[in-house]
């Protein structure tokens, strides 16, 4: 199994960056690196993901390591509406499927934004 | 909202009944899944299906049947379920078949599941 290693939990003032952190050192070369969160009493939604370069979207960064060992979410400005559990995922191909994919979800970082 | 619906949104069952969890998408996709997010565990994957075939099922006990009888629907047919089946029970789609590398999945809201 793809497996990801995040902090339990972590704190930020708004509107202040957050660097979320993400070990993953079994990665494997076809290993897409995906990043979902869920807000409170609401199903995931996607952040962001990459491969090996660093990619920006409106949401947030993505920051990848040289070695794909690790990568750090970065939301520039958190907000209290980006309080929620943040989930850095290894995506893998489902083989007996063409296509499908499966997320392997971990605990995943909780993360609280201080008024 | 994210174009992935899921009725009811809360459930209370006995353990000698029969339901059904359903889940539409509205987004065109190819690809469905269902996961299982109980309350000191991640989310765990139970049926992935793709063009209404299913292609995973992660060792889910037969008591939860899935059914997907078009790429727009599928649904999670409940029987004789214990109390430790007790979960939010989250529907998900995605573009599918030949996923690229921006395949994304869209959650629905779950439903939230009490097996007395």
């Known amino acids: 199994d793809a497996k990801t290693t995040q902090p339990n939990s972590m704190e930020s003032n708004e509107e202040e960056p957050v660097h979320l952190p993400c070990n993953h050192s079994?990665?494997?070369?076809?290993?897409?690196i995906h990043w979902y969160r869920q807000l409170p009493s609401q199903g995931p939604e996607y952040v962001i993901h990459?491969?090996?370069s660093n990619v920006n979207n409106r949401m947030a960064s993505l920051a990848i390591a040289e070695d794909r060992k690790s990568s750090t979410l970065i939301l520039h400005r958190a907000t209290l509406r980006d309080a929620a559990v943040y989930y850095c995922?290894?995506?893998?191909?489902?083989?007996?499927?063409?296509?499908?994919?499966?997320?392997?979800f971990g605990k995943g970082t909780k993360l609280s934004v201080i008024p | 909202e994210t174009g992935v619906t899921q009725t009811p949104r809360h459930l209370v069952m006995g353990m000698t009944n029969k339901k059904s969890l359903k889940c539409e998408q509205h987004?065109?996709?190819?690809?469905m899944y269902w996961y299982k997010q109980s309350a000191k565990k991640p989310l765990e994957l139970m049926f992935v299906?793709?063009?209404?075939?299913?292609?995973e099922n992660n060792s889910v006990p037969s008591r939860f049947s899935p059914e997907c009888p078009n790429s727009s629907h599928l649904f999670l047919h409940l029987h004789t379920l214990q109390p430790e089946d007790s979960a939010l029970y989250l529907c998900?789609?995605?573009?599918?078949?030949?996923?690229?590398?921006?395949?994304?999945?869209?959650f629905g809201p779950g439903t939230r599941l009490t097996v007395l």
């Open positions: 998900a789609s995605s573009q599918g078949p030949a996923g690229a590398s921006t395949d994304t999945q869209y």
């Open positions: 079994t990665i494997s070369g076809t290993d897409y």
């Open positions: 990459g491969l090996t």
């Open positions: 995922i290894l995506r893998r191909p489902i083989y007996s499927g063409a296509g499908s994919y499966q997320l392997t």
């Open positions: 987004l065109g996709h190819n690809a």
């Open positions: 299906y793709s063009l209404e075939e299913r292609v």
